[in-house]
């Protein structure tokens, strides 16, 4: 089974400083999707990567995915507290009938 | 786009006593199903997923059990609950678009 490393598992930040959180995996990517989960609700798909050297925006979120496929990181400009929540990577499994999750990175902005 | 309803949201449970989560989905017809468990508030670990009425597949040997007895329901079952079975349990299936899933909202599930 393909582990998905997430790091930092915890990040604390003010409000309107940037971050990056990373996923990584010893293989290849098939593809890769980033969720956002807030307390007390079930995960949100933010974005699926494909392409290896593929980015992706969404507000202000960059998701990139690495040339190898090896690699995602996520990267969130002017933080707000909106963005509070525990951010996980998935990527399919051998089968394809279930998602695998990193651990995740727990991101908490201070307002 | 499809809808996962999960209930109960929060469940207090003693020892040794039954348990039966439901979940239902609405938008979307023969979905693959999947029961997730996150331990305080970490990653999923995924328990049995189920690609049609019958059809359950176990992923973690447990005191749990899954049932599909209709196209879109998926039931998560115990017997005799144990202390480690605490958890947030979700309930989910893949998205029309994007790869992705979709996901219930959740039950909380204290065994005391």
């Known amino acids: 089974t393909q582990l998905l490393e997430q790091s930092p598992q915890f990040l604390s930040i003010q409000e309107g400083e940037n971050l990056t959180v990373y996923c990584n995996s010893s293989?290849?990517?098939?593809?890769l999707q980033w969720y956002r989960q807030e307390p007390g609700e079930g995960p949100v798909l933010l974005v699926t990567v494909v392409t290896g050297g593929e980015v992706k925006k969404l507000k202000r979120l960059t998701f990139q995915f690495g040339d190898a496929r090896k690699d995602s990181s996520l990267h969130i400009t002017a933080a707000q507290p909106g963005d509070t929540g525990l951010y996980l990577c998935a990527q399919p499994g051998a089968g394809s009938y279930q998602l695998t999750f990193g651990k995740g990175t727990k991101l908490s902005v201070i307002p | 786009s499809q809808t996962i309803h999960q209930w109960p949201a929060t469940l207090v449970q003693p020892v040794g006593s039954p348990l039966s989560l439901e979940c239902t989905v609405e938008g979307t017809s023969n979905p693959n199903l999947y029961w997730y468990r996150q331990a305080a508030g970490r990653g999923l670990q995924l328990l049995f997923y189920?690609?049609?009425?019958?059809?359950i597949s176990s992923e973690v040997p447990q005191n749990l059990s899954a049932s599909r007895p209709q196209d879109r329901q998926f039931i998560l079952s115990s017997k005799k609950l144990l202390l480690s079975d605490s958890g947030f349990y979700l309930c989910a299936c893949p998205g029309h678009t994007n790869y992705g899933y979709t996901f219930g909202s959740g039950t909380r599930l204290t065994v005391v």
């Open positions: 293989s290849v990517f098939s593809s």
């Open positions: 189920s690609v049609g009425i019958g059809q």
